[in-house]
């Protein structure tokens, strides 16, 4: 009787099929988390535009100014960040190559 499992790089099935299933769910993470930034981003770029193009509703100072900046800044370097892990787990997924165990010879032939 021959003995046959499904291996990836060394690893079984059950754990190779945990795995896929923890980068499933981070993936479904990032992509709530990179929803939210992008959501935030465009309220923050929609106070920047309004700032800068009608300033005669209100004149924002300097420090407001900067502070609307730098929040733009930072979403858009999460947003970036987000979709370099995404980017990552797919690659890892893509990756993945299924081998199958050679059959061992039986003793008794």
């Known amino acids: 009787m021959r003995n046959i499992g499904v291996f990836v790089e060394g690893v079984a099935f059950g754990q190779l099929k945990e795995k896929i ?17 992008k959501e935030e981003l465009k309220v923050a770029q929609g106070r920047f535009h309004e700032a800068k193009v009608e300033p005669k509703k209100k004149v924002l100072d300097k420090d407001e100014t900067k502070k609307l900046k730098d929040e733009v800044k930072r979403m858009t370097t999460e947003r970036n960040l987000v979709r370099q892990k995404v980017r990552n787990v797919l690659r890892k997924m893509e990756g993945i190559r299924l081998e199958e165990e050679k059959p061992q010879q039986d003793l008794f032939e």
């Open 21 to 37: 299933q923890k980068a499933v769910e981070l993936i479904g993470e990032l992509r709530t988390a990179n929803a939210s930034l």
